[in-house]
């Protein structure tokens, strides 16, 4: 049973029976570990699935089904009201990241609780998924819940809510393709990614690409003694950092040869009002706890983390890394490694000239095995058309100010894919903030951000038919 002792309800957070309901149910989807990249919750990502299905069906959706996959279930929900109207469809994902490293959690990841923080004085629940992407993909039900009870809905809703997203959607790139008929709408709307703030709206219009590699770099063939044999043989691990060190250049600029040829570059108005929306880079600085910022020369801080493509290293291990203190030369030494792409940049592409760059790069005593693990498309949404104009509105009804469009950092490869396929763009209306900590410790969603969302998912609807000609 949820607490709400912790509750304030001192700024504007006076719960209806209905928001108490909606958070109960919340925080008891976040109980269910679904989390994608690990075999062993193979079966809670299963009773995720169910339980979204179960939620689809508890608030009115006339149609729902579990559609299995070689992978994990997605979850289908249909309600058409007339084929009249526009029809809008939800894409989310049920499925989390590993909760990992345990030890840096606050209160354990799948026993939702709400804690007050500065940014969140009326309460955010801490929990893995409770913002990306369970708590903002449950908006949407709970959106459509207020709108049926109301007698407004106006358009017709079909919801695809995978359990892959965190580990590539490989299997839903296949329904997709194979259900094109039966997944037909006027749009798609997502929340899955963030706003500037809680004072100030934002729609994402882009999301970077994605390339993931992982890297072994093998030299003798077993662990030595660093006594008998250091100095004279290649170690693995050196190898491995000079490597991943040359990958830049001191102006922090990606070295791999013809990395940059297709990126799209920006032009100067296009800049310009990207460095109008709101940014503080000592906020910045102090909420991740760094006296510095660091990236790709000439290029401002939003823009480095936006619309310029990187290469990070995510993981790196080798040798011993356990108490005390071993002397010994490595066998082998591993990394992996991802790059964020820009539009233009065909990932597959990239994968390959990565691949290659790395293996010209291996001094004589080592080789190197490069793998691809998975990737997608950057994607960029245009302003210019009725869907965004209907999510503009949306925003501007609810928070009292007009939303500014942003480029995002993040990838959601699924989108570029559902325009491919299906011809149709999605419209990015998230509701994170940069500090929600998604796929860290302590992630956490806040209550205000949560019933605004689904304050402001109807009016994208309300306006999304009245855009297209429907009086509604
Ligand atoms: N919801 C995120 C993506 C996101 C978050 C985009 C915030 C923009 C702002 C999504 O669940 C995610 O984590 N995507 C992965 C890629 C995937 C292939 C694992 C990512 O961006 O690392
Ligand atoms: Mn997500
Ligand atoms: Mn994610």
């Known amino acids: 049973m949820v607490s709400f002792v912790s509750l304030r309800n001192d700024l504007n957070m006076t719960l209806t029976n209905d928001q108490k309901r909606y958070l109960e149910e919340w925080m008891n989807f976040l109980k269910i570990p679904s989390v994608s990249a690990d075999p062993s919750y193979k079966k809670d990502v299963a009773q995720a699935a169910e339980w979204v299905k179960d939620a689809l069906e508890n608030v009115g959706c006339v149609h729902t089904e579990i559609i299995p996959t070689n992978g994990h279930p997605i979850v289908y929900g249909e309600h058409l009201i007339d084929p009249k109207l526009p029809t809008v469809l939800v894409y989310g994902h049920y499925d989390v990241q590993p909760p990992d490293p345990l030890e840096l959690w606050d209160s354990p990841p799948f026993e939702p609780i709400i804690k007050t923080t500065p940014l969140h004085p009326e309460g955010a629940v801490f929990a893995r998924g409770a913002c990306d992407d369970k708590g903002q993909m449950f908006m949407h039900i709970k959106a459509f819940e207020v709108m049926k009870k109301k007698g407004s809905l106006s358009c017709n809703i079909k919801f695809m809510i995978e359990g892959e997203e965190e580990v590539g959607s490989d299997h839903l790139e296949d329904f997709v393709k194979n259900n094109k008929q039966k997944l037909t709408c006027d749009v798609i709307l997502i929340s899955d990614t963030g706003m500037i703030s809680r004072e100030q709206p934002s729609i994402s219009t882009g999301l970077r690409g994605l390339s993931y590699m992982e890297v072994t770099v093998t030299g003798p063939n077993r662990d030595l003694h660093s006594g008998l044999y250091g ?31 297709n990126v799209e570059a920006l032009s100067e108005n296009e800049r310009a009002a990207m460095a109008e929306a709101p940014f503080d880079l000592e906020e910045f600085k102090n909420s991740i706890g760094i006296k510095e910022v660091s990236g790709e020369a000439s290029y401002s801080n939003e823009e480095r983390r936006t619309i310029r493509p990187t290469l990070d290293v995510n993981g790196i291990w080798g040798g011993y890394i356990g108490e005390g203190a071993k002397t010994v030369i490595p066998s082998k030494a591993h990394a992996k490694i991802s790059m964020r792409l820009v539009p233009n940049q065909d990932w597959n592409e990239i994968s390959k000239l990565f691949s290659n760059h790395f293996q010209s790069i291996a001094p004589e005593g080592v080789t190197v095995d490069v793998q691809t693990h998975h990737g997608g498309y950057a994607y960029v949404t245009p302003t210019d058309n009725i869907a965004y104009q209907a999510a503009h509105h949306a925003y501007l009804d609810t928070f009292g100010i007009p939303p500014i469009p942003s480029r995002g950092g993040g990838s959601i490869p699924i989108v570029p894919m559902f325009e491919n396929e299906l011809g149709v763009k999605s419209i990015l209306m998230g509701f994170g903030l940069d500090s929600d900590a998604i796929h860290s410790p302590n992630e956490h969603y806040g209550l205000f951000n949560f019933f605004k969302g689904i304050e402001t998912i109807p009016k994208f609807y309300e306006h999304f038919s009245k855009l297209n000609g429907n009086n509604i």
């Open 231 to 261: 100095g004279a043989v290649a170690n693995p691990i050196n190898v491995l950092c000079e490597m991943i060190a040359q990958l830049h250049d001191d102006k922090k600029r990606i070295t791999i040869p013809g990395f940059y040829d």
